[in-house]
């Protein structure tokens, strides 16, 4: 049913409404007309819930219940390809994904499930956010024909006796870790586009890794002697209730932990490594930040005689300049987590250290989106052959 309204407005520009269109005439301007207008809502743009698109690529989310399982949630809500028909979360079993959390009430998704009760007939490929150390069993039983990309670190160890070492158990499944493709999208491109299984790389490796591993191939830098500190998001810490992560021991302050054993430390070297063909060894310091998102790795560097920190800033320039998602900032201007933010980019820069032959280089990313769950996107992008940007043309949220 159709409403009429009076409206009163003061046309200074002299622009009246006629029929449609838009008529001018001076014999109004700085008078006040009062207009009457019938307003019909449309059905167009009525939202109905129950009215759900249908989407070429159907989605399960395993372990949706997390940070990273709503992040990928948020990510496709504006991804025209991909559509979710199944998450799990065992704990949150029954649930909708809005009762546990608010800010997605508003999408149309399944109820979560327990994993064991998931039914895959009705999915083509599965982003699973599940905790280290229960992913490789669940994936091992997954059918064949899905394509994967997994967020925990099961897969991006390619010793599976190095993740024994620093997971502190066996691999559940080294068959299937030798179809492993570890994806750091700009990095390994083509290999992931025809993976069945990708690892999707850590937050701190991929802010180290993308800045360092161009350096390397071109041997501008020396492959000792490498310092890495790192400062991240609470957010990386998980949704877990745990006491090291309560405000009153996160707040108005920062520390390290994970001193010289943090398990990201692998992963680190063994990309750099196959980056320089021979091993590298590096010291690395994480530190948490009393900030929900954000991650920033300043990392130290030598470079070998005759090397400059222009010659480093033109390499990044190369060999990032048709990327969309991984930014070199003009010379001189610093990195910021907060222009990062909500979004699959990452900013960095390299500056001249005050020691002779030393250079600083800087990268900032969000860790859960770059550092987990835009990236994952991103891969899945390539897997199904669509264009990387799809579902990730968010803006950083700045202020």
Known sequence: MSSSIFSA????????????????????SNKRLLVRASIAPSPQIA??????????????????????????????????????????ADRKAGQSLGSVFPHLITQDLPDMVAVKDADFSEVDAVFCCLPHGTTQEIIKGLPKNLKIVDL???????????????????????????????????????????????????????????????????????????????????????????????????????????????????????GLSEAARSKITVSFTPHLMPMSRGMQSTIYVEMPSGVTVDDLYEQLKVAYQDEEFVVLLGKGNVPHTRHVRGSNYCLMNVFPDRIPGRAILISVIDNLVKGASGQAVQNLNVMMGLPENMGLKYLPLFP
Not at 10 to 20: A, P, Q, T, V, Y
Not at 63 to 87: C, D, K, Q, W
Not at 243 to 269: D, F, M, Q, W
């Open 9 to 28: 407005a003061r046309l200074d520009s002299g622009c009246f409404w006629k029929e449609g269109k838009i008529a001018k005439s001076d014999m109004w």
């Open 47 to 88: 939202w109905k819930k129950s009215e759900k698109l249908q989407k070429d690529v159907r989605v399960a989310v395993l372990g949706a219940s997390g940070y990273t399982g709503s992040e990928i949630v948020r990510l496709l809500a504006n991804h025209p390809h991909f559509g979710i028909t199944l998450m799990t």
């Open 152 to 270: 925990s670190a099961d897969f991006r160890l390619r010793d599976i006796l190095e993740y024994e070492e620093w997971y502190g158990q066996p691999h559940q499944a080294p068959e299937l870790q030798k179809e492993a493709v570890y994806g750091l999208t700009e990095i390994s491109r083509e290999d992931i586009r025809h993976a069945h299984l990708v690892a999707n790389p850590g937050c701190y490796p991929t802010s180290i890794q993308l800045p360092l591993v161009p350096l390397i191939r071109a041997n501008l830098i020396q492959l000792k002697n490498i310092i890495i500190d790192s400062k991240s998001g609470v957010s990386g810490a998980g949704r877990g209730a745990k006491e090291a992560n309560l405000y009153t021991e996160i707040a108005e302050g920062i520390h390290s932990y994970g001193i010289t054993k943090h398990r990201h430390v692998p992963e680190i070297e063994q």
